[in-house]
């Protein structure tokens, strides 16, 4: 990552550079830090050292519209630039997705130079001002970079589209709150950026855990927030949390592990994925000898007939409509952790007991004969296109399911 001292480009030279109808590779990063001894040795295979990369491809303009279940556009840009060789789904989802700016303003990125620019532009800085290469080496690498975007060769998750390069390159979030943490070279010590997008976040996937205790449950849900804020997903295992048939120290049962799910799906639902009308990537698994495995099989199933019985009644059935958005659990997937000896007692025909989370002593509660229980699991899940059954081997001790999986 760059330091938090790294100079920016005024917000004015910046709206030039988001008006200007081309990017010159010409633009390097101005530091003058040296790089380290032993640098990275950029060698250019694909783009040509006499001629920009945005030059060595054709370019048309286009409209990228999506429209909804019913016809409806929900989403419509003119007049915007991409590579002729791209297909119409991948103009759709870079310029709904990935464009940065608000439709109608002089900050809207309009061209897919300048959101590919974006992006290498600042990585190959970061690069640079590291040491990981020379100034020359840095451009090799911006070149190389750049034509392997363009032409599709790669492409970055989210959270990279969403978010590289807003600072560095737009000068966006001068004024904005407090950013992600990041480890100071000068003191040694992790520090929190005092503005958001100087450190983006970068990474599409988190797995983080819960504690059964009610801090540890809000935390949670405050860290996924702040997750899907900049486009990341997330997944946890709330088995740690007791389950409603289980007793509270002080009297009284549990929530549950459902109830607050209630909770962390609604924290997707108006979050997003950076702010975007996409649903955040989110992953919520529960172990087969939980107290609340049945509820947990059953819960989007319960509230698919819902979504159903709403429709019927005329509401809107769409994707983002009334009938789903009155739901639980249509923000997130919930899967069945299985142990080797659930699979077992399936194959075998045996009865699977659920056991207490705080003594391990097995509950009253008792599921039906494993192979029907997995019939059952697979049947749901198949129902609502989701994923149903997570293998979790022994010597594996992941405490969720990757969100991306």
């Given at each position: 990552?760059?330091?938090a001292t790294?100079e920016?480009l005024?917000?004015?030279?910046?709206q030039?550079?988001?008006?200007?109808?081309?990017?010159?590779?010409s633009?390097?990063?101005?530091?003058?830090?040296?790089?380290?001894?032993?640098?990275?040795k950029?060698e250019?295979t694909?783009?040509?050292?006499?001629?920009?990369p945005f030059?060595q491809?054709e370019?048309e303009?286009?409209?990228a519209?999506?429209?909804?279940?019913?016809?409806?556009?929900?989403?419509?840009?003119e007049?915007?630039?991409?590579?002729?060789?791209?297909?119409?789904?991948?103009?759709?989802?870079?310029?709904?997705?990935?464009?940065?700016?608000?439709?109608?303003?002089?900050?809207?990125e309009?061209?897919?130079?300048?959101?590919?620019?974006?992006?290498?532009?600042?990585?190959?800085?970061?690069?640079?001002?590291?040491?990981?290469?020379?100034?020359?080496d840095?451009?090799?690498?911006?070149?190389?970079l750049?034509?392997l975007?363009?032409?599709q060769?790669?492409?970055?998750?989210?959270?990279v589209?969403?978010n590289?390069?807003?600072?560095?390159q737009?000068?966006v979030g001068?004024?904005?709150?407090?950013?992600?943490?990041?480890?100071?070279?000068?003191?040694?010590?992790?520090?929190?950026?005092?503005?958001?997008?100087?450190?983006?976040?970068?990474?599409?996937?988190?797995?983080?855990?819960?504690?059964?205790?009610?801090?540890?449950?809000?935390?949670?849900?405050?860290?996924?927030?702040?997750l899907?804020?900049?486009?990341?997903?997330?997944?946890?295992?709330?088995?740690?949390?007791?389950?409603?048939?289980?007793?509270?120290?002080?009297?009284g049962?549990?929530?549950?592990?459902?109830?607050?799910?209630?909770?962390?799906d609604?924290?997707?639902?108006?979050?997003?994925?950076?702010?975007?009308?996409?649903r955040?990537?989110?992953?919520?698994?529960?172990r087969?000898?939980?107290?609340?495995?049945?509820?947990?099989?059953?819960?989007?199933?319960?509230?698919?007939k819902?979504?159903?019985?709403?429709?019927e009644?005329?509401?809107?059935?769409?994707?983002?409509?009334?009938?789903?958005?009155s739901?639980?659990?249509?923000?997130?997937?919930?899967?069945?952790r299985?142990?080797?000896?659930?699979?077992?007692?399936?194959?075998?025909?045996?009865?699977?007991?659920?056991?207490?989370?705080?003594?391990?002593?097995?509950l009253?509660?008792?599921?039906?004969?494993?192979?029907?229980?997995?019939?059952?699991?697979?049947t749901?899940?198949?129902?609502?296109?989701?994923?149903?059954?997570?293998?979790?081997?022994?010597?594996?001790?992941?405490?969720?399911?990757n969100?991306?999986?």
């Amino acid at each position: 990552m760059i330091d938090a001292t790294e100079e920016v480009l005024s917000a004015a030279a910046q709206q030039d550079q988001r008006r200007s109808a081309t990017v010159s590779a010409s633009r390097a990063t101005k530091t003058s830090l040296p790089p380290a001894k032993r640098s990275l040795k950029i060698e250019r295979t694909f783009s040509d050292p006499n001629t920009d990369p945005f030059d060595q491809i054709e370019w048309e303009r286009r409209t990228a519209e999506i429209n909804d279940d019913a016809g409806k556009v929900i989403f419509k840009q003119e007049n915007v630039e991409v590579p002729k060789s791209w297909s119409v789904l991948a103009t759709k989802v870079v310029v709904s997705k990935y464009f940065y700016g608000e439709q109608g303003t002089p900050e809207r990125e309009t061209s897919v130079r300048q959101l590919i620019h974006r992006i290498s532009r600042t990585i190959a800085d970061w690069g640079i001002k590291d040491g990981y290469f020379s100034q020359a080496d840095g451009e090799v690498f911006y070149g190389e970079l750049t034509w392997l975007c363009l032409n599709q060769y790669g492409a970055f998750n989210s959270p990279v589209w969403f978010n590289v390069g807003l600072y560095h390159q737009y000068a966006v979030g001068n004024h904005s709150s407090r950013g992600n943490w990041f480890y100071n070279r000068k003191t040694s010590q992790a520090e929190r950026a005092e503005t958001q997008y100087v450190y983006p976040q970068c990474s599409a996937c988190f797995i983080q855990s819960v504690d059964d205790n009610m801090e540890s449950i809000m935390r949670l849900a405050h860290s996924e927030a702040m997750l899907f804020k900049f486009g990341s997903g997330t997944g946890t295992d709330l088995s740690p949390l007791r389950s409603g048939k289980e007793k509270l120290s002080g009297g009284g049962r549990p929530s549950g592990p459902l109830s607050f799910l209630k909770v962390y799906d609604q924290v997707a639902n108006v979050v997003k994925s950076g702010g975007k009308t996409r649903r955040a990537a989110k992953m919520n698994t529960l172990r087969d000898w939980h107290g609340d495995i049945q509820e947990f099989i059953e819960a989007k199933m319960r509230e698919e007939k819902k979504a159903w019985a709403l429709i019927e009644q005329g509401y809107d059935g769409s994707y983002n409509g009334e009938a789903y958005g009155s739901v639980m659990y249509q923000n997130e997937n919930l899967s069945v952790r299985a142990s080797d000896d659930f699979l077992r007692a399936a194959l075998e025909g045996k009865e699977w007991w659920t056991r207490a989370v705080t003594t391990g002593k097995p509950l009253q509660h008792r599921l039906q004969p494993g192979v029907a229980q997995l019939d059952e699991v697979q049947t749901r899940r198949w129902r609502l296109r989701c994923r149903a059954v997570q293998s979790r081997r022994p010597r594996f001790h992941h405490c969720a399911g990757n969100p991306c999986g």
